[in-house]
């Protein structure tokens, strides 16, 4: 496959470096980190070594690190676990979630929960005010992303965490988007918990973390054998935990290199993108460097990204997870963008590996393409 | 972009061809975790390192490749236990499958009613999440065992209320080995309306698993224990008669709606590549592992006060538990550190409670303290049998020298009838 890869916001490709510190434990695997022996206990050493890396690229501490198998899982936990011992009372999100924290959420409703989602403005920022009036409702706990996976746009969670706490309930931030993409606190967000992964920056897919205030009272997902402090049970994926802490690693020490780059690359693309009768989304406030989000007037539907796929072009049309229903972007429509144009909607995401000869490539092709749609649409017509 | 990674020391105790460097203990632990097949790792590493890509992106090559990969191997899990691919669920692993279909179950049918059968001699992925449903307003009963480690089946009906909604039965112990008799429990399940679950981590490429045939509902795979990787499992569901389950984690509506989550293409792939082995290998694999598991056995129980735990006939022959007696607990472990056992399960053995599943057999608390489980595997020799049954008949006897309750044993003094002084 000779594709330029432009879709950095769904999965990543693994980091050779990583790779060849994982492949010890990928290769041979013996020893349960809970055994007493050598085995379980070099195991163990190297679970632990990961863990500091983890926490070092978030600014947590170690014992605030819980291995999860997934963001999804640990978005899981986290909405469940926090809302578990008050589930009379509401839970906040907001309109532009990853389904991974809405859904629970609304499960949560068959334990007596309410799920209310707050909105966001045309720009994708969450709307403080309507959240500030949604916390006069007894609330169990608030969860917003810090930055978006489609428009890629960054949330002021200081504020939210602000917020939440004053009214007694709990902050938690899905910070999957937000590793290694800018400079990631967890002390300084002020939340209770929150969730980042492995395979976003570079590392293996089947591991992920929940960073946790260590008071948290916090109900596992997971029952079993009492590992991760009882918070998480299931024998540990060490080559994948092994292989996430070396990603941490490494995306802390190269994360204004990556925003460097990668802001050069967009600004580049959306010089570009401007000549095209474009509307990029989120493009007047704060975004993750890597990430663009537009559509093209006058071009529905995925076949602008088809076309593209054609071209070599790995690009999303939503978040990955969505794709397989032809629903416009929840994100969009939250946005009030017009559902038709969100059909038509393109993400391109860069990674380091990216240049800017790939993004000239794109642009060219983009611009036939855009063309071709448009002559193709006014046949039809 | 360049940053070095200080790489911790990663102590590697295994060759290349799977065996131990000679300065480390033979690896006798087999039902903690299984080395990974070097065949499973080569088949792995492509996915990791070219063909990566999320299975859920539909709108280019990368995601669609890895798709194709995770269907062959479903289609490979599928294969070794007789089941439909449509009927596998991927986990991260036993844990979450024992969580998914227990809770998933219960939740599901709790309007039909809130009792759930199950046995003392669970594994804790079992047993908690029951707990934790207890702490929701199930009830449930925990059977005690046969001295065998067996289930009286007469005890498994007498159990059955009118109300019972779901059990839960493992195939083969952790600890101790045993076979439970799957076809009659879920046969008593199927006539009294009762969801069967069975937790079969321990079975995989051990026992012959036929779902089109077994009466069971739901059942739990991992890989780890049949020479795949660790943080990949499988939950089967039957489709005829179809079986719900409430999902346990939310979100893209991955398999179905019934587990959301990026998977972990690498992982699946090891599974399946790790049970295609085992439906090929397994007869000629358990011969073998059958005359080692007979000659530790014969080494063994040729010492005095020696007790095999678990039933010999129905039971698995990777696994061999054996209690000392007269031989203190923790001694025994740091005297046998040429080899890596474990003495408890390892998911409980950081506590030093006695062997839950070994007191469920009625053995007492010393005897329990002082058992070892052997489980050996893929990759065990002759020779480290004959290392073993060396080591382990010249450790117990010094330890026995050392011990006055084997002198006054030995005197023909009857321990059980001795006044302790307190102290």
């Known amino acids: 496959m000779n594709s330029i890869y432009f879709d950095h916001n769904a999965t990543t490709v693994l980091d050779s470096r990583v790779l060849a510190r994982m492949l010890p434990w990928l290769e041979r695997q013996t020893g349960n980190p809970t055994s007493r022996h050598i ?61 991974c924290v809405t859904r629970p959420a609304l499960a949560m409703q068959a334990l007596g ?18 959240l500030t009036e949604q916390l006069n409702i007894p609330t169990s706990l608030v969860s917003v992303m810090l ?148 559509a093209v007037d006058g071009i529905e539907g995925e076949t602008l990204v088809m076309a593209l796929d054609r071209k070599n072009f790995a690009v999303a049309s939503g978040s990955a997870c969505s794709s397989d229903s032809t629903e416009p972007s929840h994100v969009l429509l939250a946005m009030g963008v017009d559902a038709d144009m969100a059909r038509g909607a393109v993400r391109v995401s860069f990674g380091a590996q990216n240049t800017s000869k790939e993004v000239a490539e794109f642009l060219a092709t983009l611009q036939h393409e855009i063309l071709r749609l448009k002559q193709l649409t006014a046949m039809a017509a | 972009m360049s940053a070095t990674i200080e790489m ?54 990368y995601g669609w490749t890895a798709e194709k990969a995770v269907e062959n191997a479903r289609e490979e899990v599928a294969k070794l236990v007789g089941a439909d691919p449509r009927e596998i669920v991927w986990t991260s692993g036993a844990t979450e499958s024992n969580n ?52 009286d089946l007469v ?112 992982q699946i792939v090891g599974m399946g590549e790790a049970f295609r082995i085992a439906r090929e290998e397994m007869h000629e694999e358990n011969k073998r592992i059958t005359h080692l598991r007979d000659k530790l056995l014969h080494g063994l129980e040729t010492m005095e006060e020696v007790y095999v735990n678990g039933d010999l006939e129905h039971r698995v022959p990777h696994n061999l538990n054996i209690s000392f007696n007269y031989v203190e607990g923790e001694s025994l472990i740091m005297a046998v550190k040429g080899i890596a056992v474990s003495s408890g399960s390892a998911c409980t053995s950081a506590s030093l409670e006695p062997s839950y599943v070994l007191r469920a057999l009625g053995r007492s608390d010393e005897l329990a303290h002082s058992s070892i489980r052997f489980s050996i595997g893929r990759f065990t020799t002759e020779e480290d049998v004959d290392y073993t049954i060396e080591l382990m008949r010249s450790k117990i006897d010094k330890l026995r020298d050392l011990s006055p309750l084997w002198e006054m044993f030995k005197d023909g003094i009857d321990l059980s009838k001795v006044q302790w002084a307190s102290h």
């Open chain 1, 147 to 294: 930055a978006n996976n489609e428009t890629g746009v960054i949330q002021d969670l200081a504020s939210v965490a602000e917020l939440a706490r004053t009214a007694g309930a709990f902050a938690h931030t899905d910070a999957v988007q937000a590793l290694g993409k800018i400079k990631l606190n967890f002390t300084d967000l002020n939340v209770h918990a929150m969730t980042i992964s492995s395979h976003k920056i570079h590392g293996p897919q089947g591991a992920a973390a929940l960073i946790i205030d260590k008071r948290l009272d916090i109900q596992p997902l997971l029952h079993g054998g009492g590992q991760e402090r009882g918070l998480r049970s299931g024998t540990e994926n060490i080559a994948a935990i092994v292989g996430f802490g070396a990603a941490c690693e490494l995306a802390a020490t190269n994360t204004q290199s990556f925003i460097t780059h990668t802001l050069a690359l967009r600004e580049q693309l959306e010089r570009g993108l401007a000549q095209m009768k474009v509307t990029i989304f989120g493009d007047q406030v704060a975004r993750l460097s890597n990430t663009s989000f537009f």
């Open chain 1, 39 to 99: 085995y379980g206990r070099s195991a163990r050493d190297a679970i632990e070594y990961a863990r500091g890396q983890v926490a070092e690229a978030c600014g947590a501490y170690a014992s605030q690190v819980i291995f999860t198998s997934c963001g999804t899982e640990a978005n899981n936990f986290a909405v469940k676990g926090m809302a578990a011992n008050r589930p009379e009372m509401q839970i906040l999100s907001s309109k532009i979630e990853h389904p």
């Open chain 2, 100 to 151: 998914l279909a227990i809770k998933g179950a219960a939740n599901f049918y709790s309007g039909k009613g809130k009792h759930i059968i199950t046995v003392a001699t669970e594994h804790k992925a079992v047993i908690d999440p029951i707990r934790e449903l207890e702490r929701q307003g199930f009830e449930a009963t925990f059977l005690q065992p046969e001295p065998n480690g067996l289930l």
């Open chain 2, 8 to 61: 911790p020391v990663v102590k590697d105790t295994f060759n290349a061809d799977g065996h131990a460097h000679e300065a480390q203990p033979i690896y006798l632990d087999y039902s903690a975790t299984t080395p990974v097949d070097p065949r499973v790792a080569a088949k792995m590493i492509p996915y990791i390192t070219e063909h990566f890509g999320n299975p859920a992106s539909r709108s280019h090559p």
């Open chain 2, 155 to 266: 005890k498994f009906k007498a159990a059955i209320r009118p109300d019972t909604v779901l059990a839960s039965v493992m195939f083969v112990n952790n600890e101790i080995g045993v076979i439970q008799d799957i076809t009659a429990i879920g046969n008593i399940c199927r006539e009294n309306g009762i969801i069967f679950h069975v937790d079969a981590a321990q079975a995989t490429g051990k026992v012959d698993i036929d779902l089109e045939i077994l009466p069971v509902d739901l059942m739990s795979f991992c890989a780890h224990k049949t020479y795949g990787p660790k943080g990949i499992g499988a939950l089967y569901v039957r489709r005829k008669p179809r079986i719900r389950i409430e999902a346990q984690m939310h979100g893209g509506g991955h398999e179905r709606g019934m587990r959301s989550g990026t998977l972990a293409t690498h």
């Open chain 1, 113 to 130: 929960s309410v799920s209310r989602q707050i909105g966001v403005n045309a720009n994708g920022q969450l709307d403080l005010a309507q």
